[in-house]
């Protein structure tokens, strides 16, 4: 059975404080790894895909790393405006019909 | 990426009474969509995935004659909660996916809650 545990669950960083979300698998034949935002009452925000280890993928400030066990999501000078909560999925080789396999999210909340 | 609307956005009922949702694709002719529910501060639980034509396929766990999915067209999937209770009442999210391993977009969600 596949498994995404993220942490921390929550975290506070003053705006421009850099820091780094951690999503730990486990999955049988990973086929993709995808990090969203979800803002309260919404649905989630595609931010990235990563495919195999050693991937790397940018967004303005956020920057997503994929190794065979765990990808980061790092928040390079974060804003408050980057407040919300970030959750990691995987699609495996298992799931029929592609769906994805979510964790519980980091809630990230950058103060002013 | 594709462009998911979901009607209503937030709908309140009677224990008992059936709710139905609906998932459109504006903007790209979706083979397959899926249904997840989230409950707070929960994951996403993907539910089932919508095949258009065809019978929806359900995760372990999930009543099928409870949630009973259509997808007639290649941009309109709708999740009817039969028989609504308390217990039903969660945040239900859709989603588009892409053909094959690839990222799937998702609808603003539709807040359920059961009196």
């Known amino acids: 059975e596949d498994q995404v545990t993220q942490s921390p669950e929550a975290l506070r960083l003053q705006e421009g404080e850099s820091s780094s979300l951690n999503c730990s698998y486990t999955?049988?034949?990973?086929?993709?790894l995808f990090w969203y935002r979800q803002d309260p009452g919404k649905g989630p925000e595609f931010l990235f895909t990563?495919?195999?280890a050693g991937e790397e993928k940018e967004k303005e400030r956020l920057k997503a790393t994929l190794t065979k066990k765990e990808s980061f999501l790092h928040i390079t000078a974060p804003k408050p405006e980057d407040s919300a909560t970030y959750l990691c999925?995987?699609?495996?080789?298992?799931?029929?019909?592609?769906?994805?396999?979510f964790g519980k999210g980091t809630h990230l909340i950058i103060q002013p | 990426g594709a462009v998911v609307s979901q009607h209503p956005s937030r709908v309140i009922c009677k224990s008992g009474t059936s709710v139905k949702i609906e998932c459109r694709s504006l903007?790209?002719?979706?083979?397959?969509m899926f249904w997840y529910r989230q409950f707070p501060k929960q994951s996403l639980m993907l539910m089932a995935t919508?095949?258009?034509?065809?019978?929806?396929?359900?995760e372990q766990g999930v009543e099928k004659d409870k949630f009973l999915i259509n997808h007639a067209s290649l941009t309109l999937s709708t999740l009817t909660v039969t028989s609504a209770h308390p217990e039903d009442s969660s945040f239900y999210i859709c989603?588009?996916?892409?053909?094959?391993?690839?990222?799937?977009?998702f609808g603003p969600g539709t807040r359920l809650t059961v009196l």
């Open positions: 990563l495919y195999s």
């Open positions: 919508s095949n258009e034509g065809s019978k929806a396929t359900y």
């Open positions: 989603s588009v996916g892409l053909a094959g391993p690839d990222t799937q977009y």
């Open positions: 999925a995987v699609q495996g080789a298992t799931r029929g019909a592609d769906g994805l396999t």
């Open positions: 999955v049988s034949g990973l086929r993709g």
């Open positions: 903007d790209f002719q979706a083979t397959t």
